[in-house]
């Protein structure tokens, strides 16, 4: 509580209320030639972008973390677009998708929306990656569409159920999820301006100052602006309407499974994601000693080789 207190000083020391960005703005700013937009019936607007080879023989899906978007993946998609199709996309609350006003997120919801876009690319059967809360997305698809799912790559995810879901428990998680516990937390982080607690917390996340540019930052916290995001974000059903899990519900995860996990992530307890590969049968667990929170930015040299062999020792697809 004191360190919530402290937090909330801070805050009101250094922040100020901060208005939306427009979407217009933003995507000229963040999106790029390979940006495209799925409007679904509920009135989502999703962001996505499809690369590398059309016919390749593996197509990945990539889902990324909490307050992230599909950029995260941008060290992965640039190493590996020349052997793979590679699909990524902004969650609703996150990166350039838009949402009506009032939406509201689940991790079922999310899972639609992966599963609404695989439907509108063609893709029958699929590897899902997912990094943090994407981990989350990803394993629940995996359990919610088990013949869609081809393999499962799972980097320090979320929903481990020996402890709290989403991003972490603990001392040393970022001062932001401390603040969507509170009431009063929430009720700023919906009108402050972000910026404060984003340099600080992405130190944390990606555990390499030299990752965390004045870009990076720029581009997390004028994201996170977007109309309508603050409010899907710090929404506190967003977590409360996901379905329950126990560690016996993994064991229903029969696709072949890469877990990684970085040993220093300050967000999810590295023992927490790697609990997974104890609970899929027959997963594979790699831990980087030397890796944070988002290995995929932080080792993506040693992250992509490793996923290669992962892909080449899946089966043929049906």
């Not at 402890?163 to 982080?189: C, I, Q, Y």
């Amino acid at each position: 509580m004191r360190l919530i207190i402290l937090g909330l000083a801070a805050l009101g020391l250094s922040a100020c209320v901060a208005g939306d960005i427009p979407y217009e703005e933003l995507e000229a700013r963040y999106g790029n030639a390979a940006s495209r937009y799925l409007e679904l019936p509920s009135g989502l607007r999703v962001h996505y972008r499809d690369q590398g080879l059309p016919d390749a023989p593996v197509t990945l899906v990539m889902v990324h973390g909490f307050a992230a978007s599909l950029h995260a993946w941008e060290p992965w998609v640039g190493r590996l677009e020349g052997d793979y199709r590679l699909v990524s996309l902004d969650l609703p609350g996150h990166g350039l998708t838009r949402a009506p006003e009032g939406y509201q997120s689940s991790p079922e919801d999310q899972v639609a929306v992966v599963d609404a876009l695989a439907a509108e690319l063609g893709l029958s059967t699929f590897v899902l990656a997912g990094n943090s809360m994407g981990g989350g997305v990803a394993w629940r698809y995996a359990l919610a569409h088990p013949q869609k799912a081809r393999g499962l790559v799972l980097v320090n995810a979320a929903g481990w159920p020996q402890a709290a879901d989403a991003e972490g428990g603990g001392d040393s998680r970022p001062m932001v999820f401390k603040l969507l516990e509170n009431p009063l937390g929430r009720s700023l982080l919906r009108n402050l301006d972000p910026r404060p607690l984003a340099g600080r917390g992405l130190r944390q996340a990606y555990g390499d100052e030299a990752l965390v540019t004045p870009d990076l930052i720029d581009r997390y916290v004028e994201l996170a602006r977007a109309p309508g995001h603050r409010a899907i974000l710090t929404d506190p059903r967003r977590r409360s309407a996901a379905a329950p899990v126990t560690a016996e519900s993994f064991a229903a995860i029969t696709v072949p499974t890469l877990v990684m996990v970085g040993a220093l992530d300050q967000v999810i307890p590295a023992e927490r994601g790697a609990g997974f590969a104890q609970g899929i049968p027959g997963a594979r667990l790699i831990t980087y000693a030397d890796g944070g929170h988002v290995p995929m930015e932080q080792l993506p040299d040693r992250t992509v080789a490793d996923l290669r062999d992962f892909l080449g020792s899946l089966p043929p697809a049906p």
